[in-house]
């Protein structure tokens, strides 16, 4: 009896040392899409749980979706910079020119139709090429969506003249350049504006995912939903979830384990196949909804490509001006995204 209580009281005195060290550790998360968006129920949630899970529990992250805590999206990088929050999800292309060489990705038909590969593309490449433009932050991982397609209120789109003296809403630069190629004019805002904008004819169309359609209701305000052969797409955006890098470096060794397990070369792969199906479910809804769905032939994609090749010369001469090798990193990328398209 006098054992089997000493037994129960050290059981005890351990759950008390337990709970008083669980969620030792917390974070908040800021991003800014809204509670219901597939970024955060698809992605951020699943991957928050990974890392609390790896940390046995002393790890705590909230989520604050839609800016709750303040500013706008293109203000989420100086945040996490400045250590106001702690860890982010943004688009990079939202504070244009921090980030150049991950642009890399987002050039039009650097990849196609298989953002797994792009995204392990990204992981392969981050230490040798990119990591060096990510100061104060601390990357958990970067990936792409599944490549922008044409949202147009009224307007079918078979080649690129169709798109002369449109105005399109873009998320880059790169996505800039991409519009002036094809003769439209770029108006750049973050994505929780455009429905307003759709709505009320300051763009005619937009330059994003189709993933995109559900948590903004795009197939309101929008007839036509086009794309390339192939599931071929008009470039692409690419994004980060990063910490503070003072937060980051204050952590002891077995709680940044967790970090890293988390987002391991594998969760940055299942991440492109989180962007695939949830650009599927947006087309099909925009086709439920009445949408018309184009999909161009072979040869009317290849007049796009071409006539959107010189983006790629654009952007290769624009970082080379700043010391950057853009012709290397573009074969580099698209030597990964090919050695990596069997892991799909």
């Given amino acids: 009896m006098k054992t089997t209580t000493a ?4 059981a005890a005195v351990l759950t008390l040392a337990t ?7 917390t974070f908040r998360l800021h991003h800014l899409l809204g509670a219901q968006a597939p970024a955060q129920t698809q992605m951020l949630e699943p991957w928050v749980q990974r890392v609390e899970e790896l940390s046995g529990g002393r790890v705590d992250i909230e989520i604050f979706p839609a800016m709750t805590l303040g500013g706008r999206p293109p203000e989420l990088v100086s945040q996490a910079r400045d250590g106001v929050v702690d860890l982010i999800w943004t688009v990079n292309g939202y504070t244009p020119g921090l980030f150049p060489r991950t642009e890399v990705m987002e050039l039009p038909f650097v990849y196609v139709n298989d953002p797994v590969a792009a995204n392990l593309a990204l992981y392969d490449m981050f230490d040798d090429y990119l990591r060096e433009e ?14 922008q397609g044409l949202h147009m209120v009224d307007t079918e789109v078979h080649r690129p003249e169709d798109l002369d003296g449109m105005r399109l809403r873009i998320p880059t630069r790169t996505g800039a350049w991409i519009i002036e190629a094809l003769g439209a004019t770029p108006v750049a805002m973050p994505v929780p504006e455009l429905p307003q904008a759709l709505q009320t004819g300051v763009v005619d169309g937009a330059l994003i995912p189709w993933e995109i359609i ?13 794309e390339g052969y192939d599931m071929a797409r008009f470039g692409t955006t690419t994004f980060q979830v990063s910490m503070n890098a003072d937060r980051w470096n204050g952590l002891p060794e077995d709680i940044q384990a ?7 070369r594998e969760w940055w792969g299942h991440v492109g196949e989180i962007w695939r199906a949830s650009d599927n479910f947006g087309i099909n ?3 439920e909804a009445g949408n018309t769905h184009v999909t161009l032939t072979e040869d009317e994609t290849a007049a796009f490509q071409e006539v959107l090749e ?13 010391g950057i090798d853009g012709a290397g ?13 069997s892991d799909m």
Avoid: C, K
Avoid at 19 to 25: C, L, N, P, T
């Fill in 310 to 322: 010189p983006v790629v010369d654009r952007w290769i001469e624009e970082v080379s001006s700043i």
């Fill in 134 to 147: 990510y100061t104060g932050l601390e990357v958990m991982f970067l990936h792409v969506h599944a490549g």
């Fill in 7 to 10: 037994i129960g009281a050290l």
């Fill in 19 to 25: 709970g008083a060290s669980a969620q030792e550790y």
């Fill in 258 to 264: 967790a970090f890293r397990e988390a987002s391991n």
């Fill in 285 to 287: 809804m925009a086709v």
């Fill in 329 to 341: 990193l573009v074969q580099t990328a698209r030597d990964l995204i090919a050695e990596n398209a």
């Fill in 214 to 226: 559900p948590p903004l209701r795009i197939q309101e305000q929008t007839e036509y939903q086009i």
